[in-house]
């Protein structure tokens, strides 16, 4: 244990982001500006349908309508649309046949990020589509989940092999006029991954994708869409680093799950973006909209989200409960330091009979951040028997950092129990106490108990994030206590 | 902000329309703060429910009725002071008048001390005015909410409480706001000032009670400062009927070591709206904030509470429970802002909530905001209904169905009230819960003979 403890120690403090580095590879990428030659623009490099044109221009002419709302704790500077690439893809030098043909910067990227793009990732049991700015570059077992009927493509690629597919789902969990990064994202999305899985069909591996935002300058809007058809059953990972810079980057993604009757979908997150240097310079704002739509009766949703990295973070991972029995689930670890701002949380909408959500947030802020937990968990008339329970807790490393807690209970059915319960804290000085007395210093302690105090969600992650998300905590945390 | 509204320029017209009145009837105190506030409600405008404290109560459409709006001196044609009567048993306590805006009472009201002021705002603002002036509007918020600039600009009397240092007030003091007009629909505005210096010690019992059946909009705003190792107790008995409208602004400022407790009694009323705003100006200060609302047909109550821990070592205690049926709507925010150096703050929230019926509905929205690092903070929130299994066994040992979810009701109700300190009032209290809860209409006894005796009037 204590051996574990030091190595997480060791490189938590000689890690500034390890992650910080910039792959020199070319882009194609179109002028900064947004209009709707821009949205055109986009359209067309990626030989869309006129539909999906219909779609993007539908969302920017409501966008331009739109006004950002200012209710959220978070102090985010004006964007200035206009300086942004709307568009970025690496330019594709050849075609594939083999891995060795990937070019090789690029797979370096990858391996410094220890994703496995060759033949080792059969062993580890992933499949991985890696979106390297906004194009996939490379989707692997593809074959294997062809076999069994799932669909695991990119965005762009489902909307040419599965037009009906994507015309069906997109936006019917989020509409293109949902909120102002959503009529953004919509707008101008570029790429993002596509899930399938048909009825009855138990995805073998856990599906992941790595996002990473690489050109300088460009914003990410990611587009996720998954759909799990009836009796199905999908767990699927995303994870997110990103290099080191020092201008601020937007990242306003959609991620929208689609789940039918008796179907299951498990989602899990690790984000680890650039959060911006000590003094708060640079960073990413991660203004993500993330919903899933429990469709049919007895449909399961879990959402597990781990978020240590991006300067300002705005989401909320929501659950539609429209199935009767259906059930949700938000575990969410959230850690600030040194400038950050989150603002997150989600929402539990129950409008099916006998719904039933649980939601466990864990905040920790150190440093000068403000960390909030904002949450809706609302009962609509005919949902009887909803029942919710909503755990959130907050602890505080350091006397200049901020935790708030702004939960939003609406009921309007008397079947309903509902719960909330938060606290704040600080490690308490009994429990340091309790540690140095049995010989473990004070840092390995605060280790030990920040780990402890979030592991209800670290459990809910599989395995190999788990470690890997364990570690995060621990470099986020870096020189916070003192 | 955004544009006026029409109801806005109702009451602005109003305004510019009453303002010699007004100015001509109360001290230059009072007057110079009118213009400011004007401005700042033409700023700011009423409430809408995309402000978000107002969220759940929409409160332009409150204020949208075609009220009688009343101003300046009235003529209060009742002989208030003698048919009024409470009939709370035992209650020993001061009684201080107050009919259709205006303090009415006119004989001393604390006759053992001589140095304790209870009296008239309008009075005060004229017989003492250097004390006065030293803390009206001070405490109110500025340029934050329509409805207190409003107030302010409109203001005319309430009851102004002034406890010297060391004093304590031997009785409670109870304020009756009794509505009489049996004419009209009227709208005011009342203005209350509570002054406890150092070391002083007062209970009072606020009561909004009504004569009449008629709509009515009463909106109050009370600036309470509380000296150092102060006590201040306040119990708010809101029991009109549910044609009313009442919206009630307490500000209050705490000095170090200083206690300050609440209790609200919400029965009747139409649309209640009660602001508690605490201010912790010093260490070790106490705030316990108690409510209970029984609510029902189109019954809506609206507690909002801010309590603001600015120094290390203070407590702040929240308490509030709704028992709401048919389609009455119950809301509940409560912020606790925590500031950086108000280390070792002990702050507790808790919201409970029972809804009967498939229509009744609740919205509860707890929020901790927490800048120090040292501090214990909970909230909780539950919305459910009565406890199976405490039902099941009351049944099976033949107590009725009615009588058991009585029995269960009443005791979610009592957790809070058990709180209220002065005993003939907490038993009175209970009383009138247990009525209400068994489907009568809880008027005090007194004051619903007194509607009979004034429509026969």
């Not at chain 2, 009785?171 to 509570?194: C, F, S, T």
């Not at chain 2, 009515?216 to 102060?230: D, P, Y």
Request: hydrophobic letters at 35%; a negative charge; charged letters at 25%.
């Amino acid at each position: 244990m204590s051996n574990d403890q030091d190595k997480i120690l060791e490189e938590v403090t000689g890690s500034d982001y390890k992650y910080g580095f910039v792959t020199d590879i070319e882009n194609d990428a179109i002028a900064k500006g947004l209009s709707e030659d821009t949205v055109r623009l986009i359209s067309e490099k990626k030989k869309e349908p006129e539909w999906l044109l219909e779609y993007r221009l539908n969302a920017y002419r409501h966008w331009l309508t739109m006004e950002q709302k200012e209710w959220a704790h978070l102090d985010i500077p004006e964007i200035d649309f206009q300086n942004i690439i709307y568009y970025s893809a690496p330019k594709p030098k050849k075609e594939l046949a083999s891995m060795d043909e990937v070019d090789p910067d690029l797979r370096e990227t990858f391996e410094k990020l220890g994703i496995p793009l060759d033949e080792q990732k059969l062993l580890s049991g992933v499949a991985v589509d890696a979106v390297m700015d906004s194009v996939s570059v490379k989707t692997t077992f593809k074959q294997n989940l062809a076999e069994l009927g799932i669909i695991f493509c990119s965005f762009s690629e489902a909307v040419q092999e599965y037009p009906d597919l994507v015309k069906k789902y997109l936006g019917s969990v989020v509409p293109s006029r949902d909120n102002y990064y959503a009529a953004l994202n919509s707008a101008v999305f570029s790429d993002g991954s596509f899930c399938y899985i048909p009825k009855g069909v138990r995805c073998p591996m856990e599906l992941s994708t790595y996002f990473r935002i690489n050109a300088a300058n460009t914003g990410q809007f990611e587009r996720t869409l998954i759909v799990a058809d009836e009796g199905s059953y999908v767990s699927y990972l995303e994870g997110c680093t990103a290099p080191q810079r020092d201008e601020n980057q937007l990242h306003a993604a959609i991620v929208e799950i689609y789940v039918h009757k008796d179907a299951e979908v498990k989602y899990s997150t690790v984000q680890n973006w650039y959060p911006g240097d000590k003094e708060g310079k640079g960073g990413i704002y991660n203004f993500v909209t993330k919903r899933g739509m429990l469709h049919g009766d007895n449909s399961k949703l879990s959402w597990t989200q781990v978020e240590t990295g991006s300067a300002i973070t705005w989401k909320y991972p929501s659950c539609i409960l429209k199935g009767n029995n259906s059930t949700a689930e938000f575990y969410s670890v959230a850690v600030t330091n040194n400038y950050q701002q989150a603002d997150t949380g989600t929402k539990m909408i129950h409008i099916g009979k006998n719904t039933k959500s649980t939601i466990v947030s864990k905040g920790i802020s150190a440093g000068k951040s403000n960390n909030s937990y904002r949450g809706l968990v609302k009962v609509a008339k005919g949902a009887e028997n909803a029942r919710n329970f909503s755990q959130c807790d907050s602890m505080l490393l350091g006397d200049k950092c901020g935790a708030h807690t702004y939960p939003y209970l609406e009921v309007d059915n008397p079947t309903a129990i509902v719960e909330h319960e938060a606290t704040t804290s600080k490690i308490g000085e009994d429990q340091i106490f309790y540690c140095n007395q049995r010989g473990i210093e004070t840092e390995d302690a605060i280790g030990l108990i920040v780990n402890g105090y979030a592991k209800e969600v670290l459990n809910q992650l599989p395995m190999e994030f788990a470690v890997e998300a364990q570690k995060l905590l621990q470099i986020s945390l870096e020189g916070s206590v003192g | 902000m955004s544009t006026t509204t029409e109801i806005e320029k109702k009451y602005i017209d109003f305004y510019i329309d009453h303002k010699a009145i007004l100015d001509q009837q109360s001290s230059d105190i009072v007057n110079k703060h009118r213009t400011q506030a004007i401005e700042n409600f033409k700023f700011l405008g009423l409430p809408t429910s995309n402000d978000e404290r107002y969220k759940y109560t929409n409160l332009s459409k409150v204020f949208d009725q075609n009220f009688d709006m009343r101003v300046g001196e009235q003529i209060v044609d009742l002989n208030v002071e003698s048919i009024f009567k409470c009939d709370v048993i035992r209650l020993d306590a001061y009684l201080a008048l107050l009919a259709k805006g205006q303090y009415v009472t006119k004989e001393r009201v604390v006759s053992h001390d001589e140095s304790i002021i209870v009296c008239s705002l309008k009075e005060a603002a004229k017989k003492y005015s250097q004390l006065f002036e030293k803390y009206y509007n001070q405490l109110a918020p500025q340029r934050e909410d329509g409805v207190i600039e409003l107030n302010t600009a409109l203001a005319f009397d309430g009851v102004f409480i002034y406890v010297p240092k060391g004093k304590v007030v031997d009785k409670p003091i109870q304020i009756v706001n009794l509505q009489v007009d049996g004419k009209e629909n009227n709208a005011i505005q009342l203005r209350h000032l509570i002054v406890l210096e150092d070391r002083a010690e007062a209970k009072l019992i606020f009561c909004d009670d009504s004569l009449t059946s008629n709509e009515h909009l009463s909106s109050a705003v009370a600036e309470v400062f509380v000296g150092e190792n102060a006590h201040l107790e306040m119990s708010k008995m809101q029991n009109e009927h549910n044609e009313s409208r009442n919206i009630s602004n307490t500000i209050v400022r705490q000095s170090a070591h200083s206690v300050v407790t609440s209790n609200t009694v919400s029965l009747l009323g139409g649309v209640i709206r009660n602001n508690l705003h605490i201010e912790m100006d010093g260490e070790y200060c106490e705030a316990n904030a108690y409510g209970i609302a029984l609510i029902d047909k189109a019954q809506k109550v609206d507690t909002f509470t801010y309590i603001h821990h600015a120094h290390p070592n203070c407590n702040s205690n929240q308490l509030y429970k709704n028992i709401i049926d048919d389609e009455a709507v119950g809301v509940f925010s409560g912020t606790v802002l925590v500031d950086k150096n108000a280390q070792k703050t002990n702050a507790f929230q808790a919201n409970n909530n029972i809804i009967l019926t498939d229509k009744a509905k609740m919205n509860t929205k707890p929020q901790l905001v927490i800048y120090a690092d040292d501090v214990k903070c909970s909230h909780g929130a539950t919305v459910g209904q009565l406890d199976e299994n405490a039902m099941f066994y009351m049944r099976a040992r033949g107590i009725e169905e009615k009588d058991a979810k009585m029995l269960l009701m009443y005791a979610f109700a009592d957790d809070v009230i058990r709180k209220m300190s002065i005993t003939s009032l907490r038993e009175n209290t209970e009383d009138l819960v247990r009525r209400r809860l068994s489907g009568e209409l809880s008027l005090c006894r007194n004051c619903s003979s007194r509607i009979l005796m004034n429509s026969t009037l």
